[in-house]
């Protein structure tokens, strides 16, 4: 078992993360994830909160030596994602676990976007995960142990690839306004 916990803050508003956070996949920054599909969405009449049900298609990272054992064998993982979207009270909780082994393995992340407290224009990240592999023995660990470094990897990279999304939006944003002035 293990757990990966990371603490960001980007220096864009929040409102740019969260439209960001809903919008980056699938993209070409990120190959793993091919594609990623709305299956239910509903605003909360009194809070105002949003909640979305989302199901990601990602490719199988594990390496042909896992992939000897049948059930890991899949072309494809899906992953589920929830989120709650208070736009009122600025946050954005997500949360996310495997679908494709979730009788042999629970692999779980959860993330909270909020307003900085030391810049109220940027986006305070928290987030946990983790993976725990039920059985396999030492084989499991050996997954468990491919897997955290994975983990960790890619929550580096997904923190990069919200950075240059958000950096070429405001480019592109900063670009559109310049170029419709000067006409």
Same mark, same amino acid.
């Given at each position: 078992?293990?757990?990966?916990? #990371? /603490?960001?803050? =980007?220096? %864009?508003?929040?409102d @740019?993360?969260?439209?960001?956070h809903f919008?980056?996949y699938?993209?070409?920054k990120? *190959?793993?994830?091919i594609g990623?599909?709305?299956?239910?969405?509903?605003i909360?009449?009194?809070?105002?909160?949003?909640y979305?049900?989302?199901?990601?298609?990602?490719? /199988? !990272?594990?390496?042909? $030596?896992f992939?000897?054992? *049948?059930?890991?064998?899949?072309?494809a993982? =899906?992953?589920?994602?929830?989120?709650?979207?208070?736009?009122?009270?600025?946050? @954005?909780?997500?949360?996310?676990?495997?679908?494709?082994?979730?009788? =042999?393995a629970?692999?779980?992340?959860?993330?909270? =976007?909020s $307003?900085?407290?030391?810049?109220? /224009?940027?986006t305070? @990240?928290?987030?946990?995960?983790?993976?725990?592999?039920?059985?396999?023995?030492?084989?499991?660990?050996?997954?468990?142990? %491919?897997?955290?470094?994975?983990a960790?990897?890619?929550?580096?990279?997904? #923190?990069? #690839?919200?950075?240059?999304?958000m950096?070429?939006? !405001?480019?592109?944003?900063?670009?559109?306004?310049?170029?419709?002035?000067?006409?």
């Amino acid at each position: 078992m293990f757990e990966v916990i #990371i /603490n960001h803050v =980007y220096k %864009f508003p929040f409102d @740019l993360v969260v439209r960001t956070h809903f919008t980056k996949y699938p993209t070409n920054k990120e *190959q793993n994830v091919i594609g990623m599909k709305t299956v239910e969405e509903r605003i909360d009449r009194e809070s105002g909160v949003e909640y979305k049900r989302r199901v990601a298609t990602c490719k /199988n !990272i594990l390496p042909s $030596i896992f992939r000897k054992i *049948q059930l890991l064998n899949e072309d494809a993982v =899906y992953l589920e994602e929830e989120t709650w979207h208070d736009r009122r009270g600025k946050r @954005l909780t997500v949360k996310s676990r495997s679908l494709t082994w979730n009788k =042999y393995a629970d692999a779980w992340e959860e993330s909270e =976007y909020s $307003i900085c407290s030391e810049n109220t /224009n940027w986006t305070k @990240l928290k987030q946990t995960g983790g993976l725990h592999i039920k059985g396999f023995g030492v084989f499991g660990g050996m997954i468990e142990m %491919f897997l955290q470094g994975f983990a960790n990897k890619g929550g580096l990279k997904a #923190i990069r #690839i919200m950075e240059e999304l958000m950096t070429e939006s !405001i480019s592109l944003r900063n670009f559109t306004r310049v170029g419709s002035s000067s006409t």
